[in-house]
């Protein structure tokens, strides 16, 4: 994987998910206290102490060592929290274009001494319970970190870890399958043309098909033209294919040595042991070397810079007139400055976010674009840090009118500076941010410091945000003027600056498939018939090796008997508020914050308003509520909470495939005393929302808009799924008008709506369909809320949340349900159904559609990109069936023994598999994929392969320990209990599925094969998103759009 950058400013920005269990389930932390007790000095298994500090803002301790053979820096942050984290870090600073240390961080995960076997990293993600496992190339270093609450299984990836990135083989095959090679279109067929290969050419190619991301390049490349950022670390598909193989060692060589390395350990196993596990198996082996790959500072300039750039035309863009982007950017001091970081960073938040910041009243309310420039606000991923600023969106004409807009602002923050309570409510997101316990919080901590790490600046004074803030107060409080004259030195008087604005050209796409034609031409020229003799047999080789079957007996493994039998049930209380609103109650560490969600079903809502639902979820707490506009609004959420969502949801259910649930969600979370000022904003919201904004709801309408059309090329299998999946459930269907489960964020069909809608001269006729919407969501009939709280809060969560209820109205007349088939169905509580949820029973209203008929559809979305996206989707059994167990398991199971080595390896897509959902769905995808109909030739020879059982016992135990990693994946206390809230699903119910999912047999993986995913046994959808395409344009069961 390659990440340039990072897209929102912050301090501890959150991954999705939350922390993990067992976290303060014991008094006091004793992996902390432990931590506390080493002594600067102390040498433990060939390091050396040199730092203890208690960092109580985050309830951790930092130990700070360093190898004293070889240099190696260790940061080790015991915190009683049991999904422990591993990284290592090296400073990679490539000088071209080549993408060195991207293709090296594919092929380092080829293969070992130790661990000689192909792709161990893929084969351990089958071998572990891990919760996460990935590499990453940054501009200036390469991160691999994995995390995992089993110590053994810390352990056995250790050793995959250390041996891969210290010992890997480096094979000159390795390199031509990850990186790049000539290769004839038809391997085995010398007469058809050579073309470019390989993993990381086709990732990159996909990377800049998004113009974000072209953008974001351009303006650190230039913006720092005097080192490694001047580069493209991920590869430019151009400069690719003029890597060797002899360069790839040699960058290994000098760049991953401990003496360039950065080890980092988080979470409650003991320190000592990793120490000595790292030491023996790597370190050990090595001596100190001088690295050479320190980044120097950038030389300022001495006048402004301006670039102008292309890219591709936006097909789904809201306006093809207005597609320019203009951003200006400002170099900033060094990174390792941390009080001067996060001034500036802080800074850059008051300037951009929220509809009360200069930039966002002045530039987003113009009317000129639809959304910010990319990256704007802070940036302090490279040694010199940045922030940019500007529109995109625009036409051509305007920007000019933006370059004036961004001085003129900054001139009125010189003079008017900020107001007190911006100030204050950003102050109190960093406190939530650092309460609010998540899952990956060692991940989340990893990424924190990598980049200041990386330039030998402090960690630990990084993760010291308590004084940092409390410094940043005494600045204020000594110098009001604080924040403006950082205003006037960095922004006005900055001769380093840089304005870049980004084009369309039609021709681009072509342009770019030009150059490769040329790039291929001259490559092809230059070779011998011998060179090509060769390359027909590598070709041949490589194939032969892809499908040769691979022993993995070297690699450690957990066995299925390591996956812990029985769950961890959580006690859940159901009560009823004002006499009637179901509220569950679930008491958890949540570390002085309160989660609130409440779900309104939807079955009242009548058809033709339902594609309007996720437009009245985005504006709805955006656009004032009560006496409040949305200014004040948006000042009231950010002071009082740590955010107001609501979203749509379709809620399948456990036991009939054409039964689901609809409503909305409102969720939030606040520190524990602002609870009852979030509950009056919830009850304004509520009670008096205002639909009467019509040039904000404008504003809101395109930024909506834009970040869906910028969303295709990173979520573009997902959109092919929901396709694909549109006639085959009612669920299906919905999802298609309507989505907001799991990690969907849209559909085709919603793209393509907000699109219009942005277009619309006069909204006026839109927005008064939201009053409509609102009468059939926000009141109490039909709605259940939950609280997750500390045990100590619960009785004034309890009383808030009446509060709120009481203020509610009931819908004025009683609403029919416009299905007639509405079904209820109670969820389980009771001691008699549930022995973990006391209380009364909640009862859902489920729509059902027994009418319903499953039909087969393809369809191929024409959209601009060189890639494809691939899926194709098929109904099978719902979530109780026992089938649906053995249908997940085979999922895995083809994943990672078929479709892997078809796809990714063969097929030289970034990536492809198989999935279940919870709505019995089978969905099989690829992701940025050269190829489309071959692909789907592989969907139906991996449905062969499963029917013929050509799978052993082991991989089907690997199967099952990779799919219970997903299943006991920790849960933070923020989400324990969501499950039965949302779905009506129990503990109890939870547990039967696991040991369905212990018992699956051979012979089940066999029989649900030929059941449901044979040719004419269940119903298929396709879909395909991606260029013209002129075998399917001749095929007329194709549906192109
Ligand atoms: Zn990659």
Redesign the pocket.
């Known amino acids: 994987?390659?990440r340039c950058g990072g897209r929102a400013p912050g301090f501890l920005r959150r991954r999705s998910g939350g922390a993990s269990p067992g976290a303060w389930r014991r008094r006091g932390s004793s992996a902390c206290e432990r931590a506390q007790q080493h002594k600067v000095g102390e040498q433990i298994h060939g390091f050396t102490v040199s730092q203890v500090t208690a960092i109580p803002e985050l309830s951790l301790t930092a130990v700070k060592l360093s190898h004293d053979r070889t240099g190696a820096k260790y940061l080790h942050l015991a915190r009683e929290d049991s999904n422990n984290l591993f990284s290592v870090q090296f400073r990679t600073t490539p000088m071209d274009s080549s993408g060195v240390p991207?293709i090296l961080?594919?092929t380092v995960l080829c293969g070992s001494h130790r661990y000689p076997c192909r792709d161990p990293f893929f084969k351990m993600l089958n071998r572990s319970l891990s919760t996460f496992m990935n590499a990453f190339?940054a501009s200036d270093y390469t991160l691999y970190p994995f995390s995992t609450q089993n110590p053994k299984d810390f352990q056995n990836l250790l050793s995959v870890y250390l041996d891969a990135v210290f010992f890997p083989c480096l094979r000159e095959l390795d390199f031509w399958q990850e990186g790049w090679r000539l290769e004839h279109e038809n391997p085995r067929d010398p007469q058809t043309p050579l073309i470019f290969k390989g993993v990381?050419f086709n990732?990159m190619k996909g990377v800049f098909t998004d113009n974000e991301r072209i953008f974001s390049q351009h303006v650190q490349n230039r913006l720092l033209p005097d080192h490694t950022y001047s580069v493209i670390s991920g590869g430019d598909p151009m400069c690719i294919p003029d890597l060797t193989w002899e360069q790839l060692k040699q960058f290994h060589a000098t760049h991953y040595h401990p003496s360039n390395a950065r080890f980092f350990t988080y979470g409650n196993f003991p320190l000592e042991q990793h120490l000595k596990q790292i030491h023996k198996e790597a370190l050990s082996k090595f001596e100190k070397i001088e690295t050479n790959t320190a980044v120097p500072a950038q030389k300022p300039w001495d006048k402004p810079r301006e670039f102008q750039i292309t890219c591709g035309p936006d097909s789904l863009a809201a306006d093809s007139s207005k597609q320019t982007t203009v951003g200006v950017s400002f170099l900033l001091p060094d990174i390792t400055d941390t009080f001067e970081a996060f001034t500036l960073n802080l800074l850059s938040s008051l300037l951009i976010s929220g509809p009360n910041s200069p930039f966002y009243k002045a530039l987003i309310e113009s009317g000129l674009g639809t959304d910010f420039s990319p990256d704007v606000g802070y940036n302090g991923y490279t040694r010199e840090a940045y922030f940019s600023v500007g529109l995109q969106g625009i036409s051509e004409q305007d920007t000019q009118s933006v370059r004036d807009i961004i001085d003129r602002t900054i001139e009125e923050v010189i003079e008017k500076g900020f107001k007190e309570d911006q100030i204050e409510a950003l102050l109190h997101k960093i406190e939530i941010q650092m309460k609010h316990q998540s899952v990956s919080f060692g991940l989340t901590l990893t990424s924190y410091i990598a980049s200041c790490w990386n330039h030998d600046g402090d960690p630990v004074q990084l993760l010291k945000l308590g004084s940092q803030v409390a410094r940043f107060r005494q600045c204020l409080k000594e110098n009001p003027q604080f924040l403006q004259e950082k205003v006037k030195q960095y922004f006005k008087n900055n001769p380093h600056k840089l304005t870049l604005s980004m084009t369309p050209d039609d021709k681009y796409p072509e342009k770019q498939a030009q150059m490769e034609t040329e790039k291929l031409k001259q490559k092809v020229n230059s070779l011998s018939p011998k060179d090509k003799q060769q390359i027909y047999e590598k070709g041949l080789e490589l194939q032969d090796q892809q499908s040769r079957l691979q022993d993995a007996s070297c690699l450690p493994a957990l066995k299925v008997s390591d996956i812990e039998p029985t769950m961890s049930f959580t006690e859940l209380e159901v009560a009823l508020a004002a006499g009637e609103t179901p509220v569950q109650y679930c008491a958890q560490p949540t570390n002085g914050v309160v989660y609130f969600r409440a779900f309104a079903s939807l079955h009242t809502l009548p058809n033709e308003l339902r594609p309007y639902v996720p437009l009245f979820c985005s504006v709805l707490t955006k656009l004032g509520c009560g006496l409040l506009d949305y200014r004040e609004q948006a000042q009231q959420i950010e002071l009082k909470t740590g955010g107001m969502t609501v979203s749509p949801h379709v809620l399948p259910d456990d036991v009939h495939l054409d039964t689901y649930e609809q409503g909305v969600l409102f969720s939030s979370f606040c520190l524990d005393r602002n609870l009852p000022d979030m509950m009056h904003l919830w009850s304004e919201i509520f009670n008096s929302p205002c639909f009467e904004e019509e040039e904000h709801f404008r504003v809101l309408v395109k930024m909506c808009a834009q970040e869906l059309s910028n969303g295709i090329p990173d979520s573009g299998h997902l959109y092919a799924s929901v396709r694909a999946s549109r006639t085959l459930t009612p669920t299906g269907d919905l999802q298609e008008t309507f989505s907001g489960m799991e990690q969907v964020s849209a559909s085709p069909a919603q793209v393509k709506l907000m699109k219009r809608i942005a277009e619309m001269t006069d909204l006026g006729p839109v927005l008064r369909k939201l009053p409509h919407i609102q009468k059939h969501v926000l009141h109490r009939d039909n709605m259940r809320c939950s609280m997750n709280a500390t045990p100590q809060q619960m009785s004034l969560a309890a009383k808030a949340v009446e509060k709120f209820i009481r203020s509610l109205s009931w819908s004025k007349k009683e609403q029919e349900p416009v299905c007639p088939y509405v079904v209820e169905k109670p969820a389980p509580s009771g001691s008699s159904v549930s022995s973990h949820v006391s209380g009364p029973r909640v009862l859902r209203k489920l729509i059902t559609d027994p009418t319903f008929k499953p039909c087969q559809m393809k369809t191929h979305f024409l959209l601009p990109f060189p890639v494809n996206y691939v899926g194709e989707c098929i109904r099978t059994a719902p979530f109780t069936d026992p089938d649906h167990a053995s249908l997940k398991i085979l999922a895995r199971l083809m994943t990672a023994k078929f479709l892997h080595t078809e796809i990714r390896e063969k097929g030289g897509a970034y990536g492809g598999g198989a999935r279940l959902s919870r709505d019995g769905v089978f969905t099989l995808y690829s992701y940025r994929d050269p190829r489309s109909t071959e692909t789907l030739q592989s969907f139906s020879e991996a449905v062969e392969w499963a029917k013929a059982g050509r799978f052993t016992q082991q991989d089907i135990d690997e199967a099952k320990l990779s799919v219970f990693s997903v299943v006991d994946a920790p849960v933070a206390p923020s989400d324990r209990g969501l499950d039965h809230f949302l779905c009506g699903l129990s503990d109890e119910m939870k547990q039967v599925h696991r040991e369905q999912l212990f018992a699956v047999s051979r012979e089940g993986l066999i029989n649900v094969s030929t059941k449901y995913l044979g040719v004419g046994k269940s119903t298929h959808g396709l879909a395909l998103l991606g260029p013209e395409n002129a075998e399917i344009a001749k095929d007329p069961s194709w549906i192109v759009r």
Do not use: L, N
Request: aromatic share 12%; net charge negative.
């Open positions: 994987m390659w991207h961080e594919h190339t990381v990732e």
